[in-house]
T-cell receptor, first 114, second 112 residues
Framework: DQQVKQNSPSLSVQEGRISILNCDYT??????FLWYKKYPAEGPTFLIS?????DKNEDGRFTVFLNKSAKHLSLHIVPSQPGDSAVYFC?????????????FGKGTKLSVIP | GAGVSQSPSNKVTEKGKDVELRCDPI?????LYWYRQSLGQGLEFLIY????????KSGLPSDRFSAERTGGSVSTLTIQRTQQEDSAVYLC??????????FGPGTRLTVL
């Protein structure tokens, strides 16, 4: 039973355009969400996070939007650059006991075409 | 500063053999995590260490899996009597308490 779902295994975008990566979750206890980026042969790198008390968090070219009623979040990258080509993982956690335990989606491979 | 390091980077073993995977966390990080990523899957939580507290082993898939953290720093994940389904990338992460987790490059384990 997948509690965090990334339904698009891959996405191709032209350099300079917007990349939108989507993530859905089923566990209503999740209240903290993160995006990690992973290059081949490297570990995931933290990118951006959002708490459930917010619906948007922005950091430079990266913005995460959270729609709690739809249990959906998305990562927007504007403008996309070739160096953004990587696998992006959505992750979630629930506050309280076990809050350190992240539940990950399967990832979306983003390819930014020059 | 140095990030999380893991060794070996690759390990090929025969079914039934035991393997040990090592993780060196970022200095000063009190929390250490092990995850597993099987082919085409997301990261799966295995175990969590926090300071001197008893570890959370709830993610370990079977009793063939065990982990230790000596002196609150280096950790070893041991898999006994390896099976082909154990083939995966094993990732270690560390953090200050339960804050943002920083991952190592992983150990790719192949069980023949």
């Amino acid at each position: 039973d997948q509690q965090v779902k990334q339904n698009s295994p891959s996405l191709s975008v032209q350099e300079g355009r917007i990349s939108i990566l989507n993530c859905d979750y089923t566990n209503s206890m999740f209240d903290y969400f993160l995006w990690y980026k992973k290059y081949p042969a490297e570990g995931p790198t933290f990118l951006i996070s959002i708490s459930s008390i917010k619906d948007k968090n922005e950091d430079g070219r990266f913005t995460v939007f959270l729609n709690k009623s739809a249990k959906h979040l998305s990562l927007h990258i504007v403008p996309s650059q070739p160096g953004d080509s990587a696998v992006y993982f959505c992750a979630a956690s629930a506050s309280g006991a076990g809050s350190y335990q992240l539940t990950f989606g399967k990832g979306t491979k983003l390819s930014v075409i020059p | 500063g140095a990030g999380v390091s893991q060794s070996p980077s690759n390990k090929v073993t025969e079914k039934g053999k035991d393997v040990e995977l090592r993780c060196d966390p970022i200095s000063g990080h009190t929390a250490l995590y092990w995850y597993r990523q099987s082919l085409g899957q997301g990261l799966e939580f295995l175990i969590y260490f926090q300071g001197n507290s008893a570890p959370d082993k709830s993610g370990l898939p079977s009793d063939r899996f065990s982990a230790e953290r000596t002196g609150g720093s280096v950790s070893t994940l041991t898999i006994q009597r390896t099976q082909q389904e154990d083939s995966a990338v094993y990732l270690c992460a560390s953090s200050v308490f339960a804050d943002t987790q920083y991952f190592g490059p992983g150990t790719r384990l192949t069980v023949l």
